[in-house]
Each structure stands twice: as structure tokens, then as C-alpha cells.
RNA sequence: GGCGGCGUAGCCAAGCGGCCUAAGGCGACGGUUUGCAAAACCGUUAUUCGUGGGUUCGAAUCCCACCGCCGCCUCCA
């Protein structure tokens, strides 16, 4: 059965054919770096993330290109609204290009501890303002574009694809605009390519029409041609962005290129915090710091990375995703078993006995890994690969109660548990330790009881046993030290 | 006002015309194990899929109506 995945372009779920065989090129929006990430970044990454990881599995050569925004857009088309990377770096003290550094590190530093691949390429917008303005003079030169004061605008009327990705036609717009007039603009749904800077604005460029910075739609467009050629396979983002913004990518590059901009166009939904829409005044604002912390109020307690990206992959890309502390205590729990059991198997595989590979087993690990491949390449059935994981434990636990079950019957397991629930999935680690996180806390603890234990049996008079913990502590690297006062510290050696 | 989605057990969630008297996880309950716990293991936990009609030999799955919830349409992943 092959790949198919559902293109919101056509509405419909296709059969992935990539434009050259073997090959996927795929362009992922990626986050602008005016703050640290939260609940929605997870949620978005993680599912492209396994879309990317799922090609891999399938053969194909995948080039994944996810840019950085580092240059703050206005907030809308109008004369208003402020840039938000610039408002940072007012609110931080710092230049913004130091709030773009600070904040892309963090981006990566969250993404990395829920196991997402890096990028292969992950380009700077501001890197790229050479190729944004060519595409503006492109725009120009071939009639789809109009400069006004200094700015430059897309003529929404000289493309008559517009709207076509998110059902929209310029009539309806215009019935409901809400949105305040430019009066630059010959056309309220035309958009800037480039905007005139104001004597304030800190981020800007020389330009054919005058110091300025580049319009929020452009860089996507630019950078996906430049790492991806004229047409992506794949074009991913969140569905918030449907319109306008993937709307406008279409509109100026096809009008640029005359070719199609992208063949499949994958929109991940949203996260909801307590069945609410997460926003910063709703105090329901989660930063995937703090849940990794569990530093928030509607939070019990710390959440492994890897849960939340079990929590993510329990439901569909494409379905909503309610975040709660109820549902992420479920997703531990479950994430906990799972470790638990690949553990166990592994510690046995050391004592269990060579032999064959049991064959009954094989048939079913052939049967799970079909079934995981019918999920996966229906859409990403996240929900039901996982499950699979699920079954391959139930297997896993039959064995290790099977006093004869060969070394290599048990590698057949984990090799399932390793490529499907760790290659493809990521929540099955390579290796797991017994030590948690934050072990110098626990270390303190640890030894805090160790020395109480021991001030009990000095206190006893039993000194050939409190001789016997600071001997055995000293083989461990521990060194005791009693002080006047009856007070004992420790230190390492 | 325009566009889109959703409503399946206590909770999360898959299924999208017959294999469904509906995966999987969490929780709960009963049992095995245990000095007691924890963990582990076994078992039980929806004859029913928001409500009411309809289409069909057959519907959770298609159509209509109604009720309820959510998102997008302004930067947001």
C-alpha cells in the first residue's frame, strides 16, 4: 500500500508521489524567535517531524528545510501594529538580531528534548534579503506587483488563483472585511512585498524603492525556491496559516514562476489548553519549558518530553488537540510503560540463552509491522501505530515470561521496538538510564539518608557499622567527613 | 457575516458503508505476586457511536434537520 496523505490543496487524500523519484524535498514554516516555545511549536514540529521520519522509513532522500524568522513582521498589511522581534528587544534591552540568537537556541534546545530531527537546512530570513528583493523586482517586472511611496504591494487582481488553497474569493473578503483599509493599497486583499521603513525601525534594508524590510510572506517563498527549486513536494504548516499567508506564497510565486509552488500542502491544527484556545492573556499560556518543569499553575508536576510527544501522536495531525493535566498524566503513564517494558526486555536479552529465532513470533512481529505500515501510510495514523507499540509489549511480556526465549527471538522484538516506535515514532529511546534528570538533586537526597542512617548507628555506639557505610561510600567515590558538632558532609573524591 | 472542523465508554482517542456485539492508552474495579507497598502480570469495564428523521439488504460510518462545542477569517505553530 502506498503513501497517501491529505492535501489541502484538493481537499482530498492523494497517493504521495514526489515530482523526482526517490526524492522529497519538503519546506516547513518555522517559528518567529521573539519568544520561547510553547504547547503549539510542539504540536506542529512533532507531527512534520514524523512525516519527515515516515519518508525516511519509506526510502525516500528527504531535504528538510524549516526557516527561522528572524526579522519581525508588522502584525498586519495596515501602517500599524509593531514588530514583534523589534518590541522584544525594547522590552529585553538587547538588538534584535541578540533576541533572534537567544531565542533560536531555545527553539532548538526545546525541539531537540522532544526528539525532533533538525532541519536539514534551517535558514535565516534575514539571511536572504538579496533573494526577497529580486522576487519583489521579479513580481514588478512582470505587471504583478505596484510600487506606492516606497513599498511595494501584490496586485491580488493580476492573479487569478488567488484563493484558491483556502476556498476564498476576493468578493466574499472583500463583503466581510474587517480589517482596516490601507489606502496605499489599489486593492484591500493585496499584500506588501515590501514595506518603506519608518525612521524608528530598527531591522532595515537598501532596496530599488528605498530603505525598508521585507513583507511576511515573502522569505518562505524565497528560501523554499532557492533550497527546493520552483516546486516543493511537500509545504507544511500550521492551519492558522492557511490564509493568508500560505494563500500569498501561492500568489507570488507561481506569478513569479509560472509553475506550481507546491504539490502537497500539509496543514497541521491547533492545541487547545483546557478546551480553550491557548493565548497569553487567557493565563493558559504553557511554554514547553514550563512543562518540562512543570513550572505553570494548571500543571501537577513535570512532564518527560518524550510524553508530550506521545500526547501528540495519540491523536491526528489533523485533528484539534485538547492539552490538560489530566491527559498529560495519561500520556505519561502510558509513555512510562512503554519504557518500562523496552527496558526490561533489554536487561533480558543479556541472560537469555542463544539459539533460533522462534517462528510464531516472527509472524507476528511480520503482522504488527504490516499493520504499523498501513497506519502510517494512511495519512499518519499516528494514533493506531502507536497502539502497535502497545501489542508488541503484550508480545514482549509473553516472552520474558518464556524461560526459553532465545537472545535472538528477543532482538527481533526490540528491533521492531527500535525502528517503529524509535526511528519512525521517537519515544522508544536508544538507550535508557536508571538516573533521572535532575540527579544532583536526587544525589543530595540520597545522601542526606545515607548519613542519617549513619548518625543512628554512631549514635548507638555502633561504630563498626557506621565504619561499614563510610568504607563501602569511599568505594563508591564518596568521601564523609565528620565535623565537631556531630555534623557530617560529604564530597566526591 | 464568510469558511472549516468536531460530538464514540469515567477521561483521551482510532474507526469513516458489511471483517464493529467498535483498536489502543489512561483511570477504575477484581485477581496473581508481595512482610506491607510499588512495579509487573491476568481479567472486567460502549449490543453502542450528540438528538430526531431518511437512504440502503446493511450506517458510528452516506443525506437532511436540530442541539452542543471548537477553530480560522488580524501576528500566531
Known sequence: MAF???????????TFEPVHEGRVGMYVCGPTVYGHAHLGHAKSYVSFDVLVRWLRYL???????????????????????????????????????????????????????????????????????????????????????YVVNGSVYFDVATFKDYGKLSGRNREDMQAGARVEVNAEKRNPADFALWKKAEPGHIMQWNSPWGRGYPGWHLECSVMSMKYLGQT????????????????????????????????????????????QKMGKSLGNFILLKQLFQGDHEVLSRAYDPLAVRQLILQSHYRSPIDFSDAALTAAQSGYDK??????????????????????????????????????????????????????????SVGQLENDSA????????????????????????????????????????????????????????????????????????????????????????
Open 338 to 395: 512503554i519504557a518500562r517494558s523496552v527496558m526490561t526486555l533489554r536487561n533480558r536479552k543479556v541472560t537469555a540463552l542463544q539459539g533460533e529465532v522462534d517462528q510464531v513470533v516472527c509472524v507476528e512481529l511480520d503482522r504488527l509491522q504490516a499493520k504499523f505500515e498501513e497506519a502510517m501510510n494512511d495519512d499518519l495514523n499516528t494514533s493506531v501505530a502507536l497502539s502497535v507499540l502497545f501489542e508488541l509489549i503484550r508480545l
Open 232 to 275: 516543493v513536494d511537500i509545504h507544511g504548516g500550521g492551519i492558522e496559516n492557511q490564509f493568508p499567508h500560505h494563500e500569498c506564497e501561492i500568489a507570488q510565486s507561481e506569478a513569479a514562476n509560472g509553475v506550481p509552488f507546491v504539490k502537497y500542502w500539509v496543514h497541521n491544527n491547533m492545541v487547545t489548553v483546557n478546551g
Open 4 to 14: 497517501s496523505i491529505y492535501n489541502t490543496l484538493t481537499r482530498k487524500t492523494e
Open 59 to 145: 526510502g525516500y532522500d528527504v531535504t528538510y528545510v524549516q526557516n527561522i524568522t528572524d526579522v519581525g513582521h508588522l502584525t498586519d498589511d495596515a501602517d500599524q501594529g509593531e514588530d514583534k522581534l523589534a518590541k522584544q528587544a525594547v522590552r529585553e534591552k538587547r538588538h534584535p538580531m541578540a533576541i533572534a540568537e537567544y531565542y533560536t537556541a531555545s527553539y532548538f534546545a526545546d525541539m531537540d528534548q522532544l526528539n525532533c530531527l533538525r532541519p536539514d537546512i534551517s535558514p535565516r530570513a534575514t539571511g536572504h534579503i538579496p533573494e526577497q528583493i529580486e522576487l519583489v523586482q521579479t513580481l514588478l517586472d512582470k505587471g504583478f506587483a
Open 406 to 493: 532465545t537472545v535472538e527471538t528477543l532482538d527481533a522484538i526490540d528491533n521492531l521496538f527500535h525502528r517503529l516506535g524509535g526511528n519512525v515514532l521517537g519515544v522508544v529511546k536508544e538507550q535508557y538510564t536508571q538516573a533521572a534528570e535532575n540527579d544532583d538533586e536526587l544525589l543530595d537526597h540520597l545522601m542526606q539518608l545515607m548519613i542519617e542512617q549513619r548518625q543512628t548507628a554512631r549514635k548507638n555506639k555502633d561504630f563498626k557499622a557506621a565504619d561499614v557505610f563510610r568504607d563501602r561510600l569511599a568505594e563508591c567515590g564518596v568521601i564523609l567527613e565528620d565535623k565537631p558538632g556531630g555534623i557530617t558532609t560529604w564530597r566526591r573524591k
